[in-house]
């Protein structure tokens, strides 16, 4: 297998963070002798949560075996998901903002049709559901568990608790048509075609704060091997809070 040099667009403030965290893991479990030290399994797991490297690729690439890229990527994200924030810890930073962002996105997943909880009717392919909160200026606030993609947004929602948290932190919250029925707390537009004037000058208000929310998506998906998870789903959870956790480090 040929192997060449690569980069990751990611700043060296990412990866020392993410070194400091291995070191105090392998201090925590007294592990005396490894072969990566911890800034070269730091970069390791940066390429493959970054860049979307295999497993293979990245084996060939430092000279290790794949069940060893294996075991330490794993061992990464469950250390970076026991970092990530909770909906209640993230809601004291989410009542400091004017106003939140809510929307739904769907994590492509590698299943057969048969995988029916899985297969999302509206993106016409099999995915998990997970939930973005975004401030005002679409910088990503947190992101839930995920779900299977059939779920419906306004369901994931309410199943995360997400609507109870904004009503009772009394945040207004602006979010698409797949919330309706949301409740007072989430702002929605006006659905139908024959729309009076007012409504539609709503709507294009509307509209205008709510497009600030995608770039929330554009940084999960910036994360290439979110585009194609060909992972267990159990770990799609974990995986997507080691990104959260690896974006608010790199801010």
Known sequence: MLVYPSSIDLSTRTLRFLAGQLTARRQGIGTR???????RQALLVLAHLRC????????????IGIATVYRYIREVIEVLAALAPT????MKTIRTKAF??????????????????????????????????????GRL????????????????????????????????????????GAGRPVR???????????KRRHNTTHAKIRCVGEQA????????????LRCSTNR????????LVLHHASA
């Open 52 to 63: 979307g490297d295999t497993y293979a690729q990245l084996a060939a690439g430092f000279g």
């Open 33 to 39: 002798w490894r072969r990566l030290p911890v800034a």
């Open 188 to 198: 929605v537009p006006f659905r139908g075609r024959h729309l009076k004037r007012w």
């Open 100 to 137: 939140v962002i809510l929307d739904g996105t769907l994590l492509p997943i590698d299943r057969i049709a048969a995988d029916t909880p899985y297969y999302s009717g509206k993106h016409k392919r099999h995915g998990m559901n997970v939930q973005v909160l975004t401030d005002p200026f």
């Open 217 to 228: 998506m554009a940084t999960l998906k910036g994360w290439r091997l979110l585009r194609k």
């Open 236 to 243: 799609i959870t974990n995986i997507v809070k080691a990104v």
């Open 87 to 90: 909906l209640t810890e993230a």
């Open 141 to 180: 606030l947190w992101a839930s568990p995920a779900l299977p993609g059939s779920t419906h947004d306004l369901t994931a929602a309410r199943q995360h608790g997400i609507i109870d948290a904004l009503a009772a932190a009394g945040l207004t919250c602006w979010a698409d048509k797949a919330y309706q």
